[in-house]
């Protein structure tokens, strides 16, 4: 399935070059690439919401950052808990805070031995011919290579 493209307005078409329609095709391309916010960047209506709930109210980060300096006894008084379930939201709170003052570790993987290449893609009419799909391929140079056909387009 094809993923749908958003429609560039008549004006900007009229500036696009004409003539050459593998050149028409690729400017129409990168024009409509351009188009909208940047990639992880909040819309309109999400700034505004956050702008007036940052007025409003205090910042959810430093109330964690509140609640896990205090003292376990003074906050289990000031929640009427135990010093364990106090400790307890303390360290959920640390736990909440710590991706905005620390990056994450790099997970370690350990490899051991000889594993072969997995392929997961759409392999399509390419490995029509070698194999049904989902089947293991084991033909020469793919001795070591499993691929499995997900089905789908993987360009979409």
Request: aromatic fraction near 4%.
């Amino acid at each position: 399935m094809q993923a749908s493209l958003p429609l560039l307005d008549p004006e900007a078409l009229a500036d696009l070059p004409s003539g050459d329609l593998t050149k028409r095709a690729a400017a129409i391309m990168q024009a409509v690439a351009k188009g909208g916010r940047p990639k992880g960047s909040r819309n309109r209506r999400t700034k505004e919401m956050v702008e007036y709930l940052q007025h409003r109210y205090r910042d959810p980060l430093e109330g964690a950052f509140a609640t896990f300096s205090r003292s376990a006894a003074d906050l289990a008084a000031e929640l009427g808990c135990t010093k364990l379930e106090a400790f307890d939201r303390q360290a959920h709170c640390m736990a909440l805070a710590l991706p905005y003052v620390h990056s994450k570790m790099p997970v370690a993987v350990n490899v051991q031995g000889d594993l072969p290449m997995l392929v997961l893609a759409d392999v399509g009419q390419a490995l029509a011919s070698m194999a049904p799909a989902g089947q293991v391929i084991d033909h020469g140079p793919l001795a070591d290579v499993v691929a499995v056909d997900i089905g789908g387009d993987c360009d979409a």
